[in-house]
């Protein structure tokens, strides 16, 4: 799998939008950027993926490059909750193994 | 839908007992299911892959003799750790995968893990 590259920390301002990069410079043409995230003391949670065009889901957005070597994970509107360490992760999908970076512990204030 | 519970979520035991984990999926069939440990304030790590009906694939350096992991059936998992010393203590976390159907993204569901204390 290829490897990613994540800031280890960022903050935001609660109700503004939480832009996460992430690069994956070694990225495969069958690859597909996972984001998942994890809340203190809980299992992590999936939440978007894409290949090469840009996503959306009731979570959130997922903007990749052209050249398809980094990624920015967008919570348009972040809240409190949203606090947790997020991860992004580069594999085939349906390939069994997640391997987890440090990823970036952003933190929502107030 | 794709809940995956374990059980218990926090365990104490001594030294030199051994400690079972269970991880269940509610609410489909899991073909596969993965244990991974994580210490505080790192990222986690995968310990095992196991499919249902046969032998787990452990990642290098997790000993399998001490970390046993049984997949009875579709939708369970045991993860026992044998003879637990202090430095067992982690927090223990399965995720589990489905078919990838046309209603599938590939991604894997997490339990919420299990606080492991050896004293």
């Known amino acids: 799998d290829a490897k990613t590259t994540q800031p280890p920390s960022m903050d935001c301002a609660e109700g503004r939008a939480a832009n996460l990069p992430c690069n994956h410079s070694t990225i495969s043409g069958n690859e597909y950027v996972y984001w998942y995230r994890q809340i203190h003391s809980q299992g992590p949670q999936y939440i978007i993926h894409g290949l090469k065009n840009n996503e959306t889901n009731e979570m959130a957005s997922l903007i990749i490059t052209e050249d398809r070597k980094s990624s920015t994970l967008i919570l348009p509107h972040a809240t409190l909750r949203d606090t947790a360490v997020y991860y992004c992760i580069v594999l085939i999908q349906g390939a069994q193994k997640l391997v987890f970076g440090q990823g970036t512990r952003l933190t929502i204030n107030p | 839908g794709a809940v995956v519970s374990q059980h218990p979520s926090r365990v104490i035991c001594k030294s030199g007992t051994s400690v079972k984990i269970e991880c269940r999926s509610l609410?489909?069939?899991?073909?596969?299911m993965f244990w991974y440990r994580q210490f505080p304030k790192k990222s986690l790590m995968l310990m095992a892959t196991?499919?249902?009906?046969?032998?787990?694939?452990?990642e290098q350096g997790v000993e399998k003799d001490k970390f046993l992991i049984n997949h009875a059936s579709l939708t369970l998992s045991t993860l026992t750790v044998t003879s637990a010393h202090p430095e067992d203590s982690s927090f223990y976390i399965c995720?589990?995968?489905?078919?990838?159907?046309?209603?599938?993204?590939?991604?894997?569901?997490f339990g919420p893990g299990t606080r492991l204390t050896v004293t």
């Open positions: 609410d489909f069939q899991a073909t596969t």
């Open positions: 196991s499919n249902e009906g046969s032998k787990a694939t452990y």
């Open positions: 995720s589990a995968t489905r078919v990838l159907g046309a209603a599938d993204r590939g991604e894997q569901y």
